[in-house]
């Protein structure tokens, strides 16, 4: 066993200590097995039950027909298509089968007008109501349609199947205070307008809370991902019912960002509503989200579980009793801890941590002054060191990935292998950090390490709660407990290493787990970001960002002591063919396909073509090859195509001549089921319209009508002036078929799946 040597540093200079290295890794070695069996077993969904349990029971075996029928019999749901029928029907004969729930059928039609334009719709949605002894109502809203040619098992079918068991099992138990009314609308995908459509039933004139369910995956547990800060009373319900918490703030803060290309029906109860409420949704296996794959082969057993036993144990929680007054403190930060505990506090409460974790880091360096020696000049060389050592440790892994992605030209194979890109960036992750060990050894004194690590943590901590970014939250981990043991190991200083090392763990899994839960969420939505450049350097960032905070503690226990840039070369190693694995690997498969948008456009006066896109934004490569492409840039092709058959657009102009504020102009279209008709034209042209609905703002009007009624649909516009108006008008079918598109799709290879479309347009001068 090695050992290497450790001087005090001081007045009083003290004999050396004798520190075993070999022990030291074998401790890390450990915890970091241990972190990664915590996380992983923490993101894995309870074992399903079945039908034997409590009639008031949640059962992933009485929920499962459910999911079956919508995925297997009845298929793709498309709003305003047959299927989409068939489900409301068979969702309405569920409901009215469970004993003292009204069930209706709502036809809602109306124009819905947000920052993106406005939408004239029509939606089914189908309501169930369990009638309660007070006037409140909770709310649980799940959208039963699917997209184009997906069977729509995770989203959204698992998440209506969980629904229905909930309302079947609150009617088996005791009558609650509170109404609770189960909104499955039928319009999701056209735009959010079947959420819409909800606002105005009779029903929903009291909503006091909802829950909105939705996904973006088919596996593992749903994600408490959004929640109306001014409403800290329905975290805390969360915290007290819920079996199995599973939150994080972070995907909040993503998801509002836009950074995370999708929206849900949230949105429309908040901000169009002004409903509190939470949403709800499974992300994992993103890969076959919005694609033929979502079936329910994918869905992993025990989801339904997790979902329906935490939703049916919300609801009730919010059902009965009084509610709360909304006078508590906002909420800024909510997150689970390994699946076990629901922890959630505002501002103060995060500064209150800030102070504490500063009172107990001055109170932990006191110690390590007065019994070990160490004073501010020691603890200044540590922490520039530190900040070394992690500066490598990100920086290689990055620099590896960057040149994967730019340089060979070979990026993504993490897409298709996750688990090669967190052993290799991982490895080059530590290697970075031991080389900056080596090179910058810093201060040779484990307690000045420990001293300066743990001023680095409450440092950060600071700064990110200054910023109000919900990722502070891991940092209290990461500083309380790490001066409690730095003050222990000021007694015992030959313990300090090991004891050092312990300290890191709490805040070490909580870093492991909030980076798992990102990287399962944005290695999946990068197939569809439409980024347009490699993305390699951010999931190198990412797994970086998991790994080097436990290198750090590593290099603080051992104290700059044995030979790290040996042990640096020999991990370093093991990381570059890691990265060669990478380069080799082609980065989509069966299971985890490249998704091709596949557009038949026909405008009027020029040939028709199919125009190929890839949602990654990355080159096509030779999926066109022999064609007769014509590339337009990174990830998009055009090819000359046969007419589709549709014929002209069904669309037809009036002109009604000058009437009070302007000149009239008569829209009609004649839809099919499943189409969707957008018109733009310059806003400051139109005066008004016979809409239901104000003008939205804008300097362009953007009208989109979807889910068009079995007849003819129009609409008059009111111009303002004598001078032509440049019009663009655009019929847009999903999930539309043409010959041109089902030869390509026959020649791509298996590891590539389609979603198809057709688009009529013509331009016109009103």
């Given at each position: ?24 890794w074998?401790l890390?070695?450990?915890?970091v097995?241990?972190?990664?069996v915590a ?10 039950l ?14 499962w027909?459910?999911?079956r ?5 009845v298929?793709?749901r ?5 299927g ?14 469970i004993?003292g ?11 819905r ?8 719709y029509?939606a ?5 109501r369990l ?5 409140g ?19 959204n ?10 309302m ?22 056209a735009?959010l ?25 088919s ?10 800060p001014?409403?800290?009373w ?14 994080l ?22 901000r ?18 919005h694609?033929?794959?979502?079936g ?10 997790q979902?329906?036993?935490n ?10 009793g ?6 508590g403190?906002?909420v ?9 505990e ?6 103060r ?22 019994r070990?020696g ?9 922490l520039?060191g ?15 990935a960057?040149l994967?992605?730019?340089?060979l ?9 996750p ?6 960036f991982?490895?080059?992750a ?11 050894p ?18 950060v901590?600071?700064?990110?709660t ?11 981990w ?13 007694l015992?200083?030959?313990l ?21 839960r990102l ?14 450049l490699?993305?390699d350097?951010?999931?190198a960032?990412l797994?970086?960002?998991?790994v080097?905070?436990g ?6 226990a051992?104290?700059?002591?044995g030979?790290p ?8 190693l093991?990381?570059?063919v890691?990265c060669g694995?990478?380069?080799g ?10 998704r ?9 006066g020029?040939p ?10 990355l080159p096509l490569?030779?999926l066109?090859?022999g064609r007769?492409?014509?590339?337009l840039?990174?990830?998009?092709a055009?090819?000359?195509?046969e007419?589709s ?9 009036k002109q ?7 000149r ?6 004649r ?8 018109v733009r ?7 008004g319209w ?5 003008l939205?703002?804008?300097?362009e ?18 111009l303002?002036g ?8 655009k019929e847009?079918?999903a ?6 598109i089902e ?8 590891w590539?799946v389609?979603?198809p ?6 331009s016109?001068s009103?």
């Amino acid at each position: 066993m090695a050992e290497v040597e450790l001087e005090s540093v001081g007045t009083n200079p003290r004999a050396p200590l004798r520190h075993p290295e070999a022990g030291v890794w074998g401790l890390w070695a450990v915890l970091v097995v241990g972190v990664v069996v915590a996380v992983w077993s923490s993101e894995r969904p309870p074992e399903p039950l079945g039908a034997e349990v409590p009639a008031e029971a949640f059962s992933e075996a009485r929920a499962w027909p459910v999911l079956r029928h919508l995925v297997d019999e009845v298929g793709p749901r498309v709003a305003g298509t047959p299927g989409q029928a068939r489900a409301a029907e068979y969702l309405v004969e569920r409901l009215r089968g469970i004993p003292g729930v009204e069930v209706e059928l709502q036809r809602a039609a109306g124009v819905r007008v947000d920052g993106n334009g406005a939408w004239d719709y029509r939606a089914e949605n189908v309501l169930a109501r369990l009638p309660g002894t007070g006037d409140g109502v909770v709310l649980v809203s799940a959208h039963y349609d699917s997209a184009e040619e997906e069977p729509g098992a995770g989203d959204n079918a698992l998440a209506v199947a969980a629904a229905v068991e909930v309302m079947r099992a609150l009617a088996a138990g005791p009558r609650l205070e509170r109404t609770v009314v189960l909104g499955l609308n039928g319009a999701e995908e056209a735009g959010l307008v079947g959420a819409a459509g909800l606002l105005g039933h009779p029903w929903l004139r009291r909503v006091e809370a909802f829950i909105n369910l939705d996904a973006a995956g088919s596996r593992g547990r749903s994600l408490l991902f959004q929640s109306t800060p001014s409403a800290p009373w329905l975290l805390a319900a969360y915290a007290r019912s819920v079996p199995h918490p599973y939150a994080l703030v972070v995907g909040q803060e993503l998801f509002q960002t836009g950074l995370i290309p999708s929206e849900t029906d949230y949105r429309v109860f908040t901000r169009e509503g002004h409903w509190p409420g939470m949403d709800l949704a499974l992300y994992q296996d993103g890969y076959a989200y919005h694609t033929p794959l979502d079936g329910l082969a994918r869905v992993e057993p025990g989801s339904l579980r997790q979902l329906g036993e935490n939703v049916l144990a919300l609801v009730r929680e919010l059902a009965r009793g009084p509610r709360p007054e909304d006078t508590g403190e906002a909420v800024s930060t909510y997150y689970d801890v390994l699946g076990v505990e629901m922890v959630a506090y505002g501002r103060r409460t995060a500064w209150g941590l800030v102070v504490l974790g500063g009172v107990l880091a001055l109170g932990a360096l006191g110690l390590v002054w007065r019994r070990g020696g160490v004073r501010a000049a020691g603890v200044a060389r540590a922490l520039g060191g530190l900040l070394v050592w992690g500066l490598l440790g990100v920086l290689v892994p990055v620099g590896a990935a960057l040149l994967l992605g730019f340089v060979l030209g070979r990026p993504h194979g993490w897409y298709a292998a996750p688990w090669l890109a967190g052993g290799a960036f991982g490895a080059l992750a530590l290697a970075g950090v031991l080389w900056g060990c080596a090179l910058v050894p810093g201060e040779r004194v484990v307690l000045a390490r420990g001293a300066a690590a743990l001023v680095l943590a409450w440092g950060v901590g600071v700064a990110l709660t200054a910023m109000g970014l919900g990722v502070a939250y891991l940092f209290p981990w990461w500083t309380l407990p790490g001066a409690v043991l730095l003050g222990v190991a000021s007694l015992r200083e030959r313990l300090a290493g090991p004891v050092l090392l312990v300290a890191s763990v709490p805040g070490w899994v909580l870093t492991v787990e909030l980076v798992w839960r990102l990287l399962a969420m944005f290695i999946p939505v990068t197939g569809r970001l439409a980024a347009g450049l490699p993305l390699d350097g951010a999931v190198a960032l990412l797994v970086a960002l998991a790994v080097v905070p436990g290198a750090l503690g590593l290099g603080v226990a051992l104290g700059g002591g044995g030979r790290p840039g040996r042990t640096a070369g020999a991990v370093a190693l093991l990381g570059l063919v890691g990265c060669g694995a990478l380069a080799g690997v082609r980065p989509s498969n069966e299971e985890r396909p490249r998704r091709l948008l596949l557009t038949h456009m026909e405008e009027q006066g020029a040939p028709a073509r199919l125009e190929v896109a890839a949602e990654d934004g990355l080159p096509l490569g030779g999926l066109l090859e022999g064609r007769g492409a014509a590339v337009l840039e990174t990830g998009e092709a055009w090819l000359a195509a046969e007419p589709s058959g549709l014929g002209p657009l069904p669309v037809t102009v009036k002109q009604e001549g000058v009437t009070e504020g302007g000149r009239a102009v008569t829209l009609s279209w004649r839809g099919e089921p499943g189409a969707q008709l957008v018109v733009r034209l310059p806003r400051e042209a139109v005066v008004g319209w016979s809409l239901p609905a104000k003008l939205p703002e804008g300097p362009e009007l953007v009208l989109r009508v979807v889910v068009p009624p079995a007849g003819e649909w129009s609409a008059r516009l009111v111009l303002r002036g004598e001078a032509p108006v440049p019009v663009s008008l655009k019929e847009w079918r999903a999930g539309y078929v043409t010959r041109d598109i089902e030869a390509l799709r026959r020649r791509l290879p298996d590891w590539v799946v389609v979603e198809p479309e057709a688009c009529r347009a013509v331009s016109l001068s009103w």
